[in-house]
């Protein structure tokens, strides 16, 4: 029966169009936890203080599901084969925002998969998050073995790179664990030398006060003048870290059309973003990942790119 439900589970998932799924027996995160712990204490969270207030939640799935036996991991494929234009007029937002926000659409089929399990399983407890919840997502996907924490701190899978959402169902039905696999980025620091911002401070582990797509979407306030000549025109989010890495070269086209870039929204006319009004902001970007930095912030984010551009301009002194 474990094994036998543990098999239709993932079949359900493949059918609903996640790249991966794997199972990891629900348990506390010793290591990984320690890690998390080291990093708050560094203040390398920035100003992301629900970090802090959920990270005993964050190291045991029990205080989540007091009876969690298993945590189901699923990763789903949004790589859109489109690049960004190189042009210093143009904006650059990050692959995963140029559609429809990935919460809804994983949300809905994470939906559809625990439905399957509670009819399959009656009077199975579940909970599932896509990267809404006191979760350690990617240690849940190593553990499951989808894929490797690489050295930018993204998880990569063999198959589809980085260019995956993750998402997990932790449950209270036992199921049978998948074994994690290696890690496989060697000696390679590809990652590490592109950053723009040196975020990446040392092999996996990341500064998000430095990251492009800290500042960029979670930082409240100015974003500070030292990074805006380093900015390389990324407005929301920032993708270098996955761009250069080797294991990116297996991407695969998703098959989930919403994921595709509306129009122009890849690389967005820098000027036509200053002016949008609330009301074209809103429009625009309905249904998308921007709205995140509304619209106050994609302007700041913008003006930040501009003042980089004026500032390498200036002659040397």
Request: aromatic content about 8%.
């Amino acid at each position: 029966m474990r094994g036998d439900l543990t098999q239709r589970i993932k079949e359900k998932a493949a059918q609903l169009g996640f790249c991966g799924v794997g199972i990891a027996a629900a348990a506390p995160l010793p290591s990984e936890g320690a890690r998390l712990h080291e990093w708050l204490d560094r203040g390398f969270h920035g100003t992301m203080a629900w970090m802090e207030r959920t990270e005993e939640k964050r190291r045991d799935p029990h205080l989540v599901l007091p009876k969690a036996q298993a945590v189901i991991s699923v990763a789903y494929n949004y790589y859109a084969d489109v690049r960004h234009l190189v042009d210093k007029s143009r904006g650059k937002i990050s692959r995963y925002a140029w559609g429809d926000d990935y919460h809804a659409i994983v949300d809905d089929k994470l939906d559809q998969l625990q439905q399957f399990i509670q009819d399959a399983a009656p009077g199975a407890v579940c909970k599932r998050y896509v990267d809404t919840g006191p979760v350690m997502d990617k240690a849940w996907a190593v553990r499951a073995g989808l894929g490797w924490l690489g050295k930018h701190t993204n998880v990569i899978t063999r198959e589809y790179g980085s260019w995956v959402f993750l998402g997990e169902i932790i449950t209270d039905i036992d199921l049978t664990p998948d074994d994690p696999i290696g890690d496989f980025c060697g000696s390679c620091t590809a990652c590490i030398d592109a950053c723009p911002t040196d975020a990446i401070v040392e092999p996996y582990v990341l500064d998000a006060r430095r990251c492009i797509s800290y500042l960029t979407i979670e930082h409240k306030g100015e974003i500070p003048p030292e990074y805006h000549a380093r900015l390389e025109n990324w407005v929301f989010g920032c993708d270098v870290c996955q761009d250069v890495c080797p294991w990116n070269n297996f991407q695969k086209e998703t098959q989930e059309e919403r994921f595709r870039p509306r129009g122009d929204n890849a690389s967005p006319s820098l000027s036509e973003l200053v002016d949008l009004s609330q009301e074209d902001f809103a429009k625009r970007f309905n249904r998308s990942p921007v709205k995140r930095a509304k619209r106050a912030g994609l302007r700041r984010n913008v003006l930040a790119v501009l003042q980089g551009q004026r500032d390498l301009s200036r002659p040397m002194s």
